[in-house]
């Protein structure tokens, strides 16, 4: 039986590949690795961030599963996203064992979470 490792790739529909990968670049800091018209892949702290066109079958959405990126300030990283135009869907809240997470919408409509876990590594 196969051994499930990790996660390790979100992928986010967007209207306007071009735009929404500048837009990515400037939020995670990072440079795309792949980058083609049908897919631009960038490496975030060893877990991939993938944009794809958005078509019929893949919208931009916040409905579903959430993936959250880890951070080491989360309300600085909250801060940051929503001066870039991303919507805020949830503040920063303490869930508990000094977990922070809070939850936006980038300018495409796709739901993006940031935590902070001290239980876990986010550093990159």
């Known amino acids: 039986m196969p051994t499930f490792k990790a996660l ?9 590949i071009v735009t929404a990968k500048e837009w990515y670049a400037e939020a995670f800091q990072v440079q795309p690795y792949f980058d083609e018209p049908f897919y631009v892949g960038f490496n975030v702290g060893g877990y991939e961030l993938g944009l794809v ?3 019929d079958k893949h919208q931009p959405s916040t409905q579903g ?7 080491d300030d989360t ?11 991303a919507r805020e869907v949830s503040g920063v809240q303490d869930v508990g064992g000094g977990i922070l997470v809070a939850t936006v ?4 409509g796709n739901a993006i979470g940031i935590i902070h876990n001290p239980h876990f590594g986010t550093s990159a």
Do not use: H, K
Not at 105 to 108: L, S, V
């Open 53 to 55: 066109p958005a078509e």
């Open 75 to 85: 309300a600085g990283a909250f801060a940051q996203l929503l001066s870039m135009g």
């Open 105 to 108: 919408t980038d300018p495409f």
């Open 8 to 16: 390790m790739t979100a992928i986010y529909p967007v209207p306007n």
């Open 65 to 71: 599963v959430v993936a959250y990126w880890g951070v």
